[in-house]
């Protein structure tokens, strides 16, 4: 009685098992079943996310779309090489010279690195629409950001270098520093008189002399004893804090802000374009081709 469906469920098993078999088999040398590939993928993608939450996040931001001390990771436009093999040199040996540290992470944590960056969507705000050329005159020119930033060994000194600004920084936080320099004060080279080696910000320090002077700048050095101050007037001054009546920090930016009474929308565009195009001399990712 029971045996009439018992054959036709073993029919269809047959038949089901030798669909499989040839679908699979035509496959198998090739592929393993999409549905452990992409689970498996996703586990990568996941463990990268935490990796770059914990290691990376604090310079290049959550997600990373680029933060006070590094830049955007999904803009496309890379300094040191698209290709994995170049993203797994610089994020392995660090960019010398730069703030970009080395890491020691296994290679399937790189190559998890590497897959969490890939998955991410673009940012929008990172979409170049000024002209660099106008830029770069406006910069030299009427907007005076040359009389206090170098470029390439030219210009001044009071503003942090800014050769390798467009490698180092996002879009949104260039303009954060034009429009608002007091928002997110940068951060100079690491404090030599500090141990633990922080960078020195770039705040303002007001020295009042005994006499009753103020010499206004920021500090490139400074200790218990001493402070070393790059002056308005683009000059080192060296004081002994025993000789002054008072050193005090200001937790505010030099810089004059730039609002759009005074710097249009184009022109700010434009002056963008141009920072983005400073990558400074190509430093090259040990091992990276
Ligand atoms: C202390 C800050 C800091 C940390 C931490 C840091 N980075 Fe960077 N990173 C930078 C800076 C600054 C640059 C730009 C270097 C330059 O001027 O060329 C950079 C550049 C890069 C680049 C090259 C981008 C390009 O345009 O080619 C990659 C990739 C990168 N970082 C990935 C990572 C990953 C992944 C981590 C975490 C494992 C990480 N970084 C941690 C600051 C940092
Ligand atoms: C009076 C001097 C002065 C002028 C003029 C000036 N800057 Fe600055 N700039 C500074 C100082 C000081 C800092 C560091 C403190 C801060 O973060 O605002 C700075 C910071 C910056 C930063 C952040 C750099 C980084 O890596 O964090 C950018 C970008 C910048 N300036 C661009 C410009 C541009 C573009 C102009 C012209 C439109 C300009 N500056 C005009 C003094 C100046």
């Known amino acids: 009685m029971s045996s009439q469906p018992k054959i036709f469920r073993a029919v269809l098993l047959l038949l089901f098992l030798s669909l499989v ?30 990796l770059f939450r914990a290691n990376c996040s604090p310079c290049h931001g959550l997600g990373a779309y680029g933060g006070g001390r590094g830049p955007d990771l999904t803009s496309g436009r890379w300094t040191h090489g698209s290709s994995d093999e170049a993203i797994f040199a610089t994020i392995t040996h660090g960019v010398p010279g730069t703030e970009m540290p080395a890491n020691a992470f296994e290679d399937s944590e790189v190559r998890a690195i590497i897959a969490y960056l890939r998955s991410l969507a673009p940012s929008k705000d990172e979409a170049i629409t000024g002209n660099a ?19 390439s060994g030219s210009g001044g000194l009071l503003g942090p270098d800014l050769s390798r600004v467009g490698a180092a920084r996002s879009v949104t936080y260039l303009v954060d520093s034009i429009r608002d320099p007091n928002k997110d004060l940068s951060l100079g080279m690491t404090d030599p008189n500090d141990h633990y080696g922080l960078p020195l910000l770039y705040d303002t320090v007001t020295v009042t002399t005994n006499s009753g002077e103020k010499i206004l700048g920021v500090a490139r050095n400074e200790d218990t004893f ?64």
């Not at 040839?22 to 990268?48: D, H, N």
């Open 21 to 50: 078999g040839s679908t699979s088999s035509s496959k198998a040398q090739t592929a393993k079943p999409p549905g452990i590939a992409i689970a498996r993928r996703a586990a990568e993608v996941r463990e990268g996310a935490s």
């Open 226 to 289: 001493s402070v070393q101050l790059m002056a308005t007037d683009q000059r080192l001054h060296f004081f002994l804090k025993s000789e002054v009546k008072s050193v005090v920090h200001e937790r505010a930016s030099l810089m004059p802000p730039y609002p759009e009474t005074f710097l249009s929308a184009s022109d700010l565009n434009d002056i963008v374009a141009y920072l983005v195009t400073l990558r400074g001399q190509r430093v090259e990712a040990p091992g990276a081709k």
């Open 133 to 151: 050329k106008n830029g770069d005159r406006l910069f030299h020119g009427s907007a005076a950001c040359g009389t206090c930033h170098m470029v």
